[in-house]
């Protein structure tokens, strides 16, 4: 079996708490590797080593650490299909997804080279007589990231970038899950010029965890994940007095009003509410037809769609739809919901419970099912079940439709599909989500922009990626500063004119 390590200083490292966690091949459900739950003890030495290494990294001048990023970005273009292999055998994605996981990380660390740009100062001449005044933006030191498994690489690099770039040293907690593609990385951004040190990887469980929050050397965390750790983490760092941005689950509604085109919109809604198995925090897990005759059109065009899906291992080429779900324990959760649709009255169009695919009965996999006629009070649109499964709740107009996604208590993201401007407009002001789609399901924001939901889909202020992760990452410093010569006469300002 194989035994996964720690990765310290820039080399791997064995565990030594004597605690594993197994790691799955979901496709077939049999053990792969062993990753090692770092204790206490372990975790307290990599963040030792990572303040250790941060002083001189964040003394460097921005541009030499930008071309740590710049020479990143070619060994991840390089080594792409094989870290897409690595990801789609622990995850279980295809290797279409698997490389979008991978690009939209790399897009991150493009994003990154412009740090001496992101970094610069403000500087005011003259604030008064003799005075200057000058801002900065310093590095926090050493921060934590605590990622989830359905992203493995896209997740870790959001975060990690941005934190190198600032200047920081991070130590990485990626999920116990799928944590072969985040080490992978730490190996090339160690080939890419990154001093040793700089970027530790603990794998771990909650133990490492709560190490990262209670250790006073850790200025930042990072967290990616459901929203009930979310809310422990944020929770507990700010207590701590650290910095925390904590992002958490979601129930993605999307609207489809009377006008749309019934085509693109039921196209849309089985890549974003299918796609990736449904395990996605951007994913549609909610359409909202308004009318019954929308509905009923909407439905039709769904029914043959979700048929047709093709679902697979990684393994079987480039037509398959998705593959199985991370862990039995997923799988058991999401039929049980699946269920509880049932039981509690919700109409399931397509039930795909007894779903078993021949040679790998053992695997995770869990078919499509598409729910009509679900409404707020059911478990299945209370809860974030990521898994295949969309559920269509009928609105009978626009404003119940708004107030069924304003009401959620997760705010990630939002679409509405119509060709009218003056509703889309109305939605993308009025509507307290996050990220909002006009015919677009999945309004994933690219890397120059910034990522993060509202309500219980974000605990923390300052967002994902773009401007925000340079302003998360760094601390303001700002400097008065007047010389002993002060304002001699003559020291003014001339224009001389030019004749
Ligand atoms: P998770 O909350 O189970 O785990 C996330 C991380 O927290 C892992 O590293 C895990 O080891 C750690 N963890 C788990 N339990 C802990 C505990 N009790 N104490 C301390 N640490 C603990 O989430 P997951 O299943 O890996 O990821 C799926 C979730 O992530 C979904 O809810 C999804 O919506 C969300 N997600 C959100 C975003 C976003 O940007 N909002 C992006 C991707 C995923």
Same mark, same amino acid.
């Given at each position: ?37 770092? =204790? ?94 000058? =801002? ?85 965390? =990072? ?30 509604? #999307? ?150 996604? #304003? ?93």
């Amino acid at each position: 079996m194989k035994e996964l390590t720690h990765w310290i200083d820039g080399e791997h490292v064995k565990g030594t708490s004597g605690r594993f966690a197994d790691v799955f091949n979901p496709a077939t459900g049999e053990v792969q590797a062993k990753c090692p739950m770092a =204790s206490a003890a372990e975790t307290e030495a990599a963040i030792a080593r990572a303040a250790a290494a941060q002083p001189k990294w964040g003394a460097m001048n921005p541009q030499r650490r930008a071309r740590v990023m710049m020479a990143m970005v070619g060994l991840m273009n390089r080594d792409m299909d094989k870290l897409a292999v690595a990801l789609s055998r622990e995850h279980g994605k295809t290797l279409p997804d698997a490389k979008g996981d991978l690009q939209r990380g790399l897009e991150v660390i493009e994003y990154c080279i412009g740090a001496p740009q992101m970094l610069k100062g403000e500087f005011t001449d003259d604030a008064g007589p003799g005075i200057d005044m000058y =801002s900065m933006r310093q590095p926090l030191g050493v921060v934590a990231s605590i990622m989830p498994f359905n992203f493995p690489a896209m997740m870790p690099l959001w975060h990690v970038g941005p934190a190198l770039a600032c200047g920081n040293a991070v130590v990485l907690k990626p999920s116990e899950r799928d944590p072969s593609v985040p080490m992978m990385l730490a190996e090339l951004f160690v080939e890419a010029g990154l001093p040793k040190g700089v970027f530790q990887v603990v794998n771990g469980d909650k133990e490492a965890v709560d190490t990262l929050l209670d250790s006073p050397v850790i200025q930042g965390v =990072s967290f990616v994940g459901s929203t009930p750790i979310a809310h422990y983490i944020y929770s507990r760092a700010t207590a701590n007095g650290k910095r925390a941005q904590c992002f958490g689950g979601a129930k993605n509604h #999307m609207i489809v009003m009377p006008d749309a085109d019934m085509d693109q919109a039921a196209d849309a809604l089985i890549g974003a509410g299918f796609g990736a198995a449904g395990e996605r925090c951007m994913a549609v897990s909610v359409a909202v037809p308004v009318g019954n005759e929308t509905a009923d059109r909407l439905i039709e065009k769904l029914v043959p769609r979700v048929e047709k899906l093709r679902v697979a291992p990684y393994t079987d080429g480039n037509d398959v739809d998705f593959g199985p779900v991370v862990t039995r324990a997923a799988k058991e959760r999401i039929l049980g919901l699946i269920n509880s649709g049932v039981e509690q009255g919700a109409k399931l169009v397509i039930d795909n419970r007894d779903f078993s695919l021949q040679g790998y009965e053992n695997g995770f996999f869990v078919g499509p099912h598409l729910f009509d006629h679900v409404t707020p009070d059911m478990d299945i649109y209370k809860t974030e079940i990521f898994g295949p499964v969309l559920s269509v709740v009928r609105a009978g107009s626009y404003e119940e439709a708004l107030g069924l996604a #304003m009401d959620h208590e997760y705010g990630n993201g939002t679409a509405i599909f119509t060709r009218d401007g003056d509703t889309a407009r109305d939605f993308a002001h009025r509507i307290n989500i996050g990220m909002v789609g006009i015919n677009v399901p999945i309004p994933v924001p690219l890397a120059y922009h910034t990522f993060g939901g509202w309500k219980k889909s974000m605990f923390g202020d300052l967002n994902q990626h773009g401007p925000d992760s340079f302003k998360f990452y760094t601390r303001t410093k700002t400097v008065t500063a007047r010389w002993p010569s002060g304002l001699k006469e003559g020291g003014e300002f001339h224009f001389k004119a030019m004749d």
